[in-house]
């Protein structure tokens, strides 16, 4: 059970867009603490999507938005394509367990 | 350009010791930190620990804190985690990540290490 919570699935065809929801507590998000997601595509590494809730690294296409409410964050994907067929994970830090917690992940399907 | 680069797959019998290795390149080794995450077959991912690739300051989840040791060689730039006692349950794979202060995120990851255990 991870501290982070996600939802298992998403799904949505080509051009769509999609959200998929980080939900946290007031030891981690909602302590003010930055959610970051990665994305991993089947049998890859674990890539940096978007760091401190709505920053996109260098060549991440800005298809890929973060927010972040409360104690609550999201990921948006619009113009969805085949290629964002992964799985997404958020992550932030938690103050009482003084570590970085991930959430359980999210699959996205494109239908 | 920044890499991490990890020793290869281990296979070890349950009560065993194992130990990967992450070495850096590309970036000012002791300015940044290094997490350890695993990933258990089919499943999410799961942050270890810390290491100050400079001061050798340490943070464990909690989970892992006594069973495992992270350790830092400045003249190699390579960080080294050991997780003993192993259990069915820890086969994984095993990644280091570039992270500067411990808090995440994790901009840059090595090619990941499976650890098998079984007997």
């Known amino acids: 059970q991870s501290v982070l919570t996600q939802p298992p699935s998403v799904s949505g065809a080509p051009g769509q867009r999609v959200t998929m929801s980080c939900t946290g507590s007031r030891s981690n998000i909602g302590a003010g603490y930055d959610v970051n997601w990665y994305q991993q595509l089947p049998g890859a590494v674990p890539k940096l999507l978007i760091n401190a809730n709505s920053n996109r690294p260098s060549g991440v296409p800005d298809r890929f938005s973060g927010s972040k409410s409360g104690a609550s964050a999201s990921l948006a994907i619009t113009g969805l394509q085949a290629e964002d067929e992964a799985a997404y994970y958020c992550q932030s830090f938690d103050r009482s367990l003084s570590g970085v917690v991930f959430g359980g992940g999210t699959k996205l399907t494109v239908l | 350009q920044v890499q991490l680069v990890q020793s290869g797959a281990e296979m070890k019998k349950p009560g065993a010791s194992v130990q990967v290795s992450c070495k850096a390149s590309g970036y000012t080794f002791t300015s940044f930190g290094i997490s350890w995450v695993r990933q258990a077959p089919g499943q999410g991912l799961e942050w270890m620990g810390w290491?100050?690739?400079?001061?050798?300051?340490?943070n464990y989840a909690q989970k892992f804190q006594g069973r495992a040791s992270m350790t830092t060689d400045t003249s190699t730039s390579t960080v080294y985690m050991e997780l003993r006692s192993l259990r069915s349950d820890d086969t994984a794979i095993y990644y280091c990540?570039?992270?500067?202060?411990?808090?995440?995120?994790?901009?840059?990851w090595g090619q990941g290490s499976l650890v098998t255990v079984s007997s």
């Open positions: 290491i100050n690739a400079y001061s050798g300051k340490t």
């Open positions: 990540a570039r992270d500067y202060s411990g808090w995440g995120p994790e901009d840059y």
